[in-house]
């Protein structure tokens, strides 16, 4: 499909503000890599926005730029960070306390480091049961609370002379929640705001300011928070990009890499375990079964939709399908994640996979989240709002418009996020039927 002359798009100019709810493990490994790699120190490893290329018309064009060349994105000496904590920890110290990345390293960050102190957060521990910070707003009622989170964000934009800013969730996950009729319609939801609802999650505060101040926000964890039907009216409403939910990283980047391959084959699944050890907060926080229940829903359901047992029962139907983290303390960010895979081949002949993948869970979150905030960026000076689904690559529950399913297959997700560039460009889609090549 040739569009004539793809979208107009604002230029990049000014300092984007990259707002981070939580300065822990993949906020500081974030920020600080963006650092380093301004000075040269460091390659963005695993960053699309910054490595990635785009094949552009036929095979025979040889076109190939590279993504940041093709579509305009902010500078990495344009962005600057702001972030909020229930701990007071500047992002020197909360990138030393998360043992990320060495020491050695953030020594020779630590100006800049030092500069980037949280702003307090809105928190409250029924939500978070594991945590205990100080660092906290006070206010009457949860609108209240959105209120202030709101002037901040107009402050830090004045303060940091930011032309434009997103905000992004990398803050611990909270409990489970379902949808509730106070999240139906923007308006049922600010009354509750102001009644200080308990189906109101301090994310959905933070996602509420982010839209009513028309910053686009990714959701990094797999809280509901921005995904529920009032919210998203607020963005369209505000003609702000939203995005979500969990980054796709660890074991579930290696299954949604996987099962397509076995479907593609036609193999058949009988069970699928994971299991994993963790020893930073993260894990922690994991340990409380309600945070984990959120979590356990973002990655149980990547398989189902992937090989979509309905269309093939004879080979999907009813697999098992477990998922367990456990919090090890001595392991820190370095997880360790183990699958076994029972599949079956021709005549039903059973066979195993079993994969030991020695991970570092905030090296594979890093560049997605410099990737989203670009994007999300690139998104709304292209007029684009609402769910996003071409970001559907980034996320393990990615956010989809309510009579779809979501697709979870890496490749077709990459294609489409690439397919949405050069629809923005006015450059040709890319089906890669190929017949042309031999008329
Ligand atoms: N690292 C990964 O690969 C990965 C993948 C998918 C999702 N995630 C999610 O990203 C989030 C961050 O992960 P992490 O490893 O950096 O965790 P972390 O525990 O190191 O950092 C989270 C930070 O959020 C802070 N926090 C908690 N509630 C807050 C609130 N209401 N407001 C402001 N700050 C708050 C905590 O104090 C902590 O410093 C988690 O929800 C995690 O589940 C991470």
Not at 160 to 182: D, G, L, Q, Y
Request: proline share 6%; hydrophobic share 40%.
């Amino acid at each position: 499909m040739a569009i004539e002359k793809g979208v107009e798009i604002a230029p990049a100019q000014g300092k984007l503000g990259v707002l981070l709810v939580g300065l822990g493990a993949v906020s500081t490994t974030f920020i600080a890599g963006v650092e380093a790699v301004k000075r040269g120190l460091a390659e963005p490893i695993g960053s699309l926005t910054q490595m990635g290329t785009i094949r552009l018309g036929k095979r025979t064009e040889n076109r190939v730029p590279k993504i940041k060349d093709f579509v305009p994105l902010a500078e990495l000496d344009d962005l600057v960070f702001g972030a909020w904590d229930i701990f007071p920890d500047s992002a020197y110290e909360a990138a030393l306390q998360a043992g990320v990345l060495e020491k050695e390293l953030l020594v020779q960050l630590k100006p800049q480091l030092q500069k980037i102190k949280p702003m307090r957060a809105v928190f409250d521990q029924r939500y978070v049961k594991r945590l205990n910070g100080t660092h906290i707003k006070e206010g009457k009622t949860k609108m209240d609370l959105a209120e202030q989170l709101i002037e901040e964000i107009a402050e830090f934009k004045r303060r940091n002379r930011c032309a434009r800013m997103v905000m992004i969730w990398a803050a611990s996950t909270e409990v489970f929640m379902k949808p509730h009729p106070v999240h139906r319609s923007l308006q049922s939801f600010e009354k509750a705001l102001k009644e200080n609802h308990k189906a109101i999650a301090p994310s959905m505060i933070y996602a509420y300011a982010a839209l009513r101040s028309g910053v686009p926000f990714a959701n990094g964890a797999p809280n509901l928070t921005v995904d529920i039907p009032a919210l998203i009216e607020l963005a369209n409403q505000n003609g702000v990009p939203i995005c979500g939910k969990d980054f796709k990283t660890g074991q579930t980047l290696m299954k949604t890499i996987i099962a397509p391959g076995l479907k593609s084959r036609l193999l058949g699944l009988h069970g699928w375990y994971s299991t994993n050890i963790l020893g930073n907060r993260d894990g922690e926080v994991l340990d409380d079964p309600d945070s984990f229940k959120t979590k356990e829903e973002s990655k149980l359901s990547v398989l189902e939709y992937i090989l979509q047992p309905e269309i093939y029962p004879q080979l999907y139907k009813d697999f098992s399908h477990l998922v367990r983290i456990n919090y090890y303390p001595p392991r820190g960010d370095n997880k360790e994640g183990w699958d076994n895979i029972d599949i079956f081949g021709w005549l039903g002949y059973p066979m195993q996979i079993k994969i030991n993948f020695l991970c570092r869970d905030s090296i594979l979150a890093a560049p997605l989240v410099l990737d989203l905030a670009l994007f999300l960026d690139l998104a709304q000076r292209a007029g684009m709002k609402g769910i996003q689904e071409w970001l559907s690559f980034y996320f393990k529950s990615p956010m989809t418009a309510p009579e779809l399913y979501p697709e979870h297959d890496l490749f077709i997700q990459l294609m489409k996020l690439k397919n949405t560039l050069r629809y923005l460009r006015g450059e040709e889609l890319i089906t890669h039927l190929g017949l042309e090549y031999y008329d």
